[in-house]
């Protein structure tokens, strides 16, 4: 068995194997290396929104980055089903993101700004979804942000890495990395492998990476509740998103309801109080979904850092190791722009400057914030 490559990354999730995607899209010699199975963890647990608009109340350092990436999902759609035969499942329907009141229509007011936006009257937005609630004011139609299945985007990004020569590990957990010589030694469970490049994508897990590396960063995990539930009898287009809650309508007729907040929880079962939470939300956008039959449930960890935006960048003193994690709630939607800015570092090639310095590893953290939640 090959162990040695020229890039190794640490963590088969939706940002590492988007990273090795596009690596292996440069002829370059990488491998991915997950201890469980691929997109088994946070990834898995998505729902799958593209909220590049329905996610940031304010358009600053973060949106530019997110729309982008957003863009790239219209040409992978087909590139990664052309090269895997990998349907992610786009959804075009769009989303309604609702307004129960004046003050939450005047809190989306920045978003009217942008194209691609329409404001609709509760009855128009009843015409998109008749069963929706009526105390809504109405709602803002974002059209472009469409959704997919987090899972077949990681798989398609894995299966696309490996047929273009990439190598996937699953159940190789890496528990050390270490300098030797011009290189480094990475040490797994399935025995040790070399690269000159390592970059560390293993979500909440990359705490234990920033600690053996004399780092202080830290990412917090926030927990996130999900059902999903047969849809019979609600035809849905688009989906539905009020307060960080939403209900996602899949091909397959499941609708994916979420989910929960818990910050600092790393426990990854969901409980009983979770799932009501959710599905009180739920009926107060759709009432009629109480009587839909629900077919599973779940909890993932949201990688969170201090500030909100992810760490992308090489370690201030270690040259060679990389970090790419703290995506928080939108990695599905980061992942394609996150894995071009790691191949571009990784290779060389320019890279916004913006960028580097929003999401760079040695950005200060100030002890105010540290513990706190962010609100994006
Ligand atoms: C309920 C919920 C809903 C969400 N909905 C959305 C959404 O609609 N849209 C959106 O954009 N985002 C959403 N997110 C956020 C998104 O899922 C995450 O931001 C994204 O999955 C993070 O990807 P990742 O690859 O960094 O982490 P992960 O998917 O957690 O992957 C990290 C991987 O690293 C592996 N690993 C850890 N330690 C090691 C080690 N020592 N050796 C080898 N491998 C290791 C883990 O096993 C894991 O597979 C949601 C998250 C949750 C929980």
Redesign the pocket.
């Known amino acids: 068995m090959k162990q040695h490559f020229d890039i190794v990354i640490?963590?088969?999730?939706?940002?590492?194997?988007a990273i090795g995607y596009y690596l292996a899209k440069e002829n370059t010699s990488v491998a991915v290396?997950?201890?469980?199975?691929?997109?088994?963890?946070?990834?898995?647990?998505?729902?799958?929104?593209?909220?590049a608009h329905s996610e940031y109340k304010e358009f600053k350092q973060l949106y530019p980055f997110a729309r982008s990436s957003q863009l790239l999902y219209q040409e992978l759609y087909d590139e990664i089903k052309e090269l895997t035969g990998i349907d992610f499942e786009m959804k075009r329907g769009g989303l309604l993101k609702l307004a129960f009141s004046a003050s939450e229509k005047e809190e989306m007011a920045s978003i009217y700004k942008l194209p691609a936006i329409e404001w609709l009257n509760r009855e128009e937005a009843k015409e998109k979804v008749s069963t929706l609630t009526t105390s809504i004011i109405g709602a803002a139609f974002l059209k472009e942000d469409v959704?997919v299945t987090?899972i077949a985007v990681?798989n398609g990004f894995s299966t696309g890495a490996q047929t273009l020569g990439a190598e996937i590990f699953e159940y190789?957990?890496?528990?050390e990395i270490t300098k030797q010589d011009s290189q480094y030694k990475i040490k797994?469970s399935r025995g040790d492998f070399t690269a000159a490049q390592v970059v560390i994508?293993?979500?909440?897990?990359?705490n234990?990476?920033f600690q053996n590396m004399g780092l202080t960063n830290r990412i917090i995990p926030?927990?996130?509740?999900?059902i999903a539930a047969m849809n019979e009898e609600i035809p849905l287009k688009h989906s539905i998103f009020h307060d960080q809650h939403?209900i996602?309508p899949r091909n397959n007729g499941q609708l994916i309801i979420?989910?929960t907040k818990k910050w600092n929880d790393w426990n990854e079962k969901p409980t009983l109080e979770g799932i009501e939470s959710v599905i009180k939300k739920a009926k107060e956008m759709i009432p009629a979904i109480k009587d839909m039959k629900m077919t599973n449930c779940w909890?993932?960890?949201?990688?969170q850092t201090f500030d909100g935006n992810p760490f992308i960048g090489e370690h201030p003193e270690m040259k060679g190791i990389y970090f790419?994690?703290?995506?928080?709630?939108?990695?599905?939607?980061?992942?394609p722009a996150t894995g071009k800015m790691v191949r571009d570092l990784l290779l060389g090639n320019p890279v916004d400057k913006k960028w580097i310095e929003a999401f760079k590893v040695e950005r200060s953290i100030s002890k105010s914030t540290e513990l706190e939640e962010v609100k994006l």
């Open positions: 640490v963590g088969g999730g939706i940002i590492g194997c290396l997950e201890s469980q199975s691929i997109g088994g963890k946070s990834t898995g647990a998505a729902a799958g929104m593209l909220g959704h987090p990681c190789t957990n890496v528990s797994t994508a293993s979500g909440v897990w990359s234990y990476f926030v927990k996130g509740e999900c939403y996602v979420g989910a909890a993932g960890l949201r990688p790419a994690a703290g995506h928080q709630r939108n990695g599905i939607l980061l992942a």
